[in-house]
């Protein structure tokens, strides 16, 4: 079961089946078999675990997509929306019940980076030539883009971005004469280059957000704030579309326009919104924004459960970080040190993740889920290891997810009228 997970997340990340080449050679579904295969291996297994509140949150959010298109006018839209996201519950499911050991865990770590490195080495590629080896040319004549779900530059940062954490944690393990330790800053530096060369601001601004929150949990708030700054100032006199980050820029303004349009969107049909996929349909741009996407398409039901879901994903690497343990013995200390190495590491890909993914509509693609997958069952192993860890129970936090889905909707407003104030 997870040896078909790891080849089902190659599959997502490396895509052979949409190279234009192999495309029509391949002939079969080989993406939905592998993943069919997991999830017969995963019902036949005895080690199900539906402990975390994610599970329940991912089956519900899956219903509210369905019901949101039943609502609006097109009940066949339910089933199309069971077949674009049940695969995505079945990965998630299936991926957190199998990544519960601290080995599982960095395997899963392993493939993600190497996957992600063999995408930056095809932009450099793509950047020297003009096109990679799938065929595919830059985008904009100037910005490396892959196939399928990566055909985007910017959704190729988000990738860099959130892997960059997990290459560094890969190479602070050390062994095989440094070796080891070489090819992950070696995997690290050419990540960065990628992120360089997709000339995505979105991933810049998260490759800064992600180095200031490591600051701040190592240095503080104040440390943070000084590298922030200073990373921007410096990204920003860099030769890269950051350079022309302005509210008054086109691009930039449309994405405000399209957050407001999505506010507007939300306020028509505030409980299940106007239907899972339906933005594109009502305005000439996407939401621009994984957190209004799903608030515009789904209504204050789905966001708020959709919140939660991401909520809790961040709180559980949190827990760890969070809890102190007094010494015991120089093993006992180092296998802590460890756990809190892979929370870290965990914790900062997902800050990665969203802090592009508040400048992109990524709030359904299977990435973020089969990192969500990681993060639960990380934390699943780390319980059994660490008995004293919190559990994480839905029923002790229904007022308290309300009630951050209506702050963090005042927050966006509040936001979006800003900015087309000083616009």
């Given at each position: 079961?997870?040896?078909l997970?790891m080849?089902?997340?190659?599959?997502?990340l490396?895509?052979?089946?949409d190279?234009p080449?192999?495309?029509?050679a391949?002939?079969?579904p080989?993406?939905?078999?592998?993943?069919g295969l997991?999830?017969?291996g995963w019902?036949?297994s005895?080690a199900k675990?539906?402990?975390?509140?994610?599970?329940l949150?991912?089956?519900?959010f899956l219903l509210?997509l369905?019901?949101?298109k039943i609502?609006?006018g097109?009940?066949?839209?339910?089933l199309?929306?069971l077949?674009?996201f049940?695969?995505?519950?079945a990965?998630f499911?299936?991926?957190?019940?199998?990544a519960?050991?601290?080995?599982r865990v960095r395997?899963?770590?392993?493939?993600f980076?190497?996957?992600?490195?063999v995408l930056a080495?095809?932009g450099i590629?793509q950047?020297?030539?003009g096109?990679g080896?799938?065929?595919?040319?830059?985008?904009?004549?100037?910005?490396?883009?892959?196939?399928?779900?990566?055909n985007?530059p910017n959704?190729?940062?988000l990738?860099?971005?959130?892997c960059l954490p997990m290459?560094l944690?890969l190479s602070?393990?050390?062994?095989?004469?440094?070796?080891?330790?070489?090819f992950?800053?070696?995997?690290?530096a050419?990540?960065l280059?990628?992120?360089y060369l997709?000339n995505?601001r979105?991933?810049l601004?998260?490759l800064?957000a992600?180095v200031?929150?490591?600051?701040?949990q190592?240095r503080?708030?104040?440390?943070?704030?000084l590298?922030g700054?200073?990373?921007l100032v410096?990204?920003?006199l860099?030769p890269s579309?950051l350079s022309?980050?302005d509210?008054?820029?086109?691009?930039?303004?449309?994405?405000v326009?399209s957050w407001y349009e999505?506010?507007?969107?939300?306020l028509?049909?505030?409980?299940f919104?106007?239907?899972?996929d339906g933005?594109?349909?009502?305005h000439?741009?996407t939401?621009?924004?994984?957190?209004?996407?799903?608030?515009?398409?789904?209504?204050?039901?789905?966001?708020?459960?959709?919140?939660?879901f991401v909520?809790?994903c961040f709180?559980?690497p949190?827990?760890?970080?969070?809890m102190r343990?007094?010494p015991?013995?120089?093993?006992?200390?180092?296998a802590?040190?460890?756990?809190?190495r892979?929370?870290?590491t965990l914790f900062?890909?997902?800050c990665?993740?969203?802090?592009a993914?508040f400048?992109?509509?990524?709030?359904?693609i299977?990435?973020?889920y089969l990192?969500a997958?990681l993060?639960v069952?990380?934390?699943a192993g780390a319980?059994q290891r660490?008995p004293d860890l919190?559990v994480?129970?839905l029923r002790?936090?229904l007022?308290?997810?309300p009630?951050?889905s209506?702050?963090?909707?005042v927050f966006?407003?509040?936001?979006?009228?800003?900015?087309?104030?000083?616009?």
């Amino acid at each position: 079961m997870f040896l078909l997970m790891m080849l089902y997340l190659v599959l997502v990340l490396i895509r052979p089946q949409d190279y234009p080449a192999l495309a029509d050679a391949i002939g079969v579904p080989i993406l939905q078999v592998v993943l069919g295969l997991a999830l017969i291996g995963w019902l036949a297994s005895r080690a199900k675990s539906f402990a975390a509140p994610q599970y329940l949150l991912l089956g519900v959010f899956l219903l509210v997509l369905m019901v949101s298109k039943i609502v609006n006018g097109w009940p066949g839209g339910a089933l199309v929306q069971l077949l674009k996201f049940g695969p995505i519950v079945a990965a998630f499911t299936i991926l957190a019940n199998a990544a519960t050991t601290p080995q599982r865990v960095r395997t899963t770590m392993w493939v993600f980076v190497v996957c992600a490195t063999v995408l930056a080495i095809h932009g450099i590629e793509q950047a020297q030539t003009g096109i990679g080896w799938t065929g595919e040319g830059l985008s904009q004549g100037t910005r490396i883009q892959y196939v399928g779900i990566f055909n985007d530059p910017n959704d190729l940062g988000l990738l860099f971005v959130m892997c960059l954490p997990m290459a560094l944690y890969l190479s602070s393990r050390g062994g095989a004469l440094g070796l080891r330790r070489l090819f992950w800053w070696a995997a690290a530096a050419v990540l960065l280059f990628g992120i360089y060369l997709t000339n995505s601001r979105g991933a810049l601004l998260a490759l800064v957000a992600l180095v200031g929150i490591h600051v701040w949990q190592r240095r503080g708030l104040v440390s943070a704030a000084l590298f922030g700054g200073a990373g921007l100032v410096g990204l920003m006199l860099m030769p890269s579309r950051l350079s022309e980050l302005d509210i008054d820029e086109s691009s930039a303004m449309g994405r405000v326009d399209s957050w407001y349009e999505g506010i507007q969107m939300f306020l028509s049909d505030p409980l299940f919104g106007i239907g899972a996929d339906g933005f594109s349909d009502l305005h000439y741009l996407t939401a621009h924004n994984s957190f209004v996407l799903v608030l515009a398409e789904t209504g204050i039901i789905g966001y708020t459960i959709w919140l939660a879901f991401v909520g809790y994903c961040f709180r559980m690497p949190l827990a760890v970080l969070r809890m102190r343990r007094a010494p015991v013995d120089p093993a006992t200390d180092a296998a802590w040190a460890a756990e809190r190495r892979m929370a870290s590491t965990l914790f900062l890909s997902l800050c990665g993740f969203f802090a592009a993914a508040f400048f992109l509509s990524r709030s359904y693609i299977i990435l973020l889920y089969l990192l969500a997958a990681l993060v639960v069952g990380y934390y699943a192993g780390a319980r059994q290891r660490y008995p004293d860890l919190p559990v994480f129970d839905l029923r002790k936090d229904l007022i308290l997810w309300p009630l951050f889905s209506v702050a963090s909707i005042v927050f966006l407003y509040v936001l979006v009228k800003v900015l087309l104030a000083t616009a």
